[in-house]
Nanobody, 124 residues
Framework: QVQLIESGGGLVQAGGSLRLSCAAS????????MGWFRQAPGKEREFVATISGSGSTIYYADSVKGRFTISRDNAKNTVYLQMNSLKPEDTAVYYC?????????????????WGQGTQVTVSS
């Protein structure tokens, strides 16, 4: 059974930092693109970042570029999202996702496996 479990969310003041983790199990993800998406209340889910299996290809949404960093440790089957200089508009539920055998994925429909999400709240 494939599982993606996010952790690391919480409440932080504007300008602060959080590090999200996504632990994958049930298959080997080293060849899969991994991604982070988020969904704020009343808004559609949006792309945040993606990383290829080797880590050589990375893309970010413009809204987080320069502030967020995606990385992965294939030995641990884990992907991370380091979030710095957080803003209130970053408040959302953050989801980890896996796209088997894709190099990267910018759209939700490209991902087959999803975590349950972790809440990030940034206070002003």
């Amino acid at each position: 059974q494939v599982q993606l479990i996010e952790s690391g969310g919480g409440l932080v003041q504007a300008g602060g930092s959080l590090r999200l983790s996504c632990a994958a199990s049930g298959r080997t993800f080293s060849r899969d693109a991994m991604g982070w998406f988020r969904q704020a209340p009343g808004k559609e889910r949006e792309f945040v970042a993606t990383i290829s299996g080797s880590g050589s290809t990375i893309y970010y949404a413009d809204s987080v570029k320069g502030r967020f960093t995606i990385s992965r440790d294939n030995a641990k089957n884990t992907v991370y999202l380091q979030m710095n200089s957080l803003k209130p508009e970053d408040t959302a539920v953050y989801y980890c996702a896996a796209a088997p055998f894709r190099r990267f994925g910018l759209r939700g429909h490209e991902y087959d496996y999803w975590g349950q999400g972790t809440q990030v709240t940034v206070s002003s």
